[in-house]
């Protein structure tokens, strides 16, 4: 976030470099850092107890708990519905505009 922040910034002052690297190009790199900004952080510090991320982290017990418990659900009511068709028209979309 504060690497696109400063982007915008030196945008705004009219910094040169800046505006004459491409949007397209832009993007990838500011993902690229904070990409390794987070892999960086996250080799650096220590591993949070299990305890403190059983809730947050995904794991096969949640995904078969869940599933049980959707099954009781209308089919408008899942999110996985919703899912799978967000992805088909997103197939859709992409090959008419090919």
């Known amino acids: ?23 397209l190009f832009k993007a990838p790199i500011i993902f690229a ?8 952080t996250s080799l650096l510090t220590e591993k949070p107890a299990a305890e403190k991320i059983d809730n947050i982290v995904w794991n096969k017990e949640l995904y ?15 999110y996985r519905v919703y899912s799978i ?3 088909v028209l997103t197939g859709i979309v992409v090959y008419l505009f090919r």
């Not at 696109?4 to 690297?21: K, P, R, Y």
């Not at 850092?33 to 960086?40: E, G, K, N, R």
């Open 1 to 23: 976030m504060l690497l696109g922040l400063f982007v915008v910034i030196a945008e705004t002052l009219n910094t040169q470099w800046v505006i004459d690297i491409p949007f």
């Open 33 to 40: 850092i904070c990409f390794a900004i987070t892999v960086i």
């Open 64 to 78: 078969t708990s869940e599933t049980i418990a959707m099954k009781s659900l209308k089919w408008h009511q899942n």
């Open 85 to 87: 068709i967000l992805i």
